[in-house]
């Protein structure tokens, strides 16, 4: 018998688990490809933590998450799909799967786990005008309403993954995927480490020392 909320969410995987995953999935066998694309969305978030670090030592009172989550159960990514109604993006399941949302990701905005994603109750006024549409799906967030990440669920690929919209301190940006808005995002942030660098005054240059010459 399900006695807790842990057993509830893990009968429900289950008996979602054929409907979800993807054929290879199930056969318990993968792809070369996924790895690939698995890979990439891990070192871009690697590459992006590196530069958010020395952001946060140029700035040590810059609002900026250098770690997520624990990772989410498969129970719980499914759960959250059924809620949803959909299934997640194949890149954005592996994010949840190695951390379940990370605060304060850039710019304020932070990445959602999988109680939050696709809520709208915590969500700025701002954002409930972008998301008016219905076809956006919030995946990340800030509370002040400058930024803002969504799924464009009306159009998905052959290879599962939705189209990310994006605003960003009012720039709006178009992604193919969560893959794609990580890549954008970490030249974002190379721009602003160049810029901060620039502000940086000019090192002392060394001088030599004047002295006689000793003609004899």
């Known amino acids: ?58 700035e040590p009172g810059r609002a900026i998450g250098l770690s997520g989550n624990p990772s989410a159960p498969e129970s719980a990514i499914v759960v959250s799909e059924l809620r949803l109604g959909r299934r ?6 592996e994010f949840l ?13 932070s990445l959602l786990g999988t109680g939050e994603i696709g809520r ?7 954002h409930e005008r972008l998301l008016a549409r219905g076809r956006l799906l919030p ?9 803002l ?30 893959t794609s808005l990580l890549a954008t995002v970490l030249q974002l942030c190379r721009a602003e480490l160049s810029t901060v660098k620039a502000a940086d005054p000019p090192a002392p240059t060394a001088t030599t020392p004047r002295g006689w010459l000793d003609v004899g």
């Not at 997640?88 to 399941?93: E, I, K």
């Not at 379940?100 to 710019?107: E, L, P, S, T, Y």
């Not at 709208?120 to 701002?126: K, N, P, R």
């Open 1 to 58: 018998r399900a006695t807790g909320n842990g057993t509830v969410a893990d009968f429900l995987a289950r008996r979602a688990l054929d409907v979800y995953r993807p054929p290879m999935q199930q056969e318990g066998r993968g792809t070369g490809g996924a790895n690939e694309a698995g890979c990439r969305w891990l070192s871009l978030l690697s590459s992006i933590r590196a530069l958010q670090m020395e952001l946060k030592r140029r």
């Open 88 to 93: 997640l993006p194949p890149s954005y399941r």
């Open 97 to 109: 799967a190695f951390s379940d949302g990370w605060a304060h990701f850039f710019n304020g905005a």
């Open 120 to 126: 709208t109750a915590s969500l700025e006024v701002t």
């Open 139 to 147: 995946f990340g967030a800030d509370r002040s309403g400058a930024s």
């Open 149 to 178: 990440f969504a799924f464009d669920t009306s159009v998905r690929l052959a290879d599962g993954e939705l189209g990310v919209v994006a605003w960003v301190g009012g720039l709006g940006i178009d992604c193919r995927c969560f």
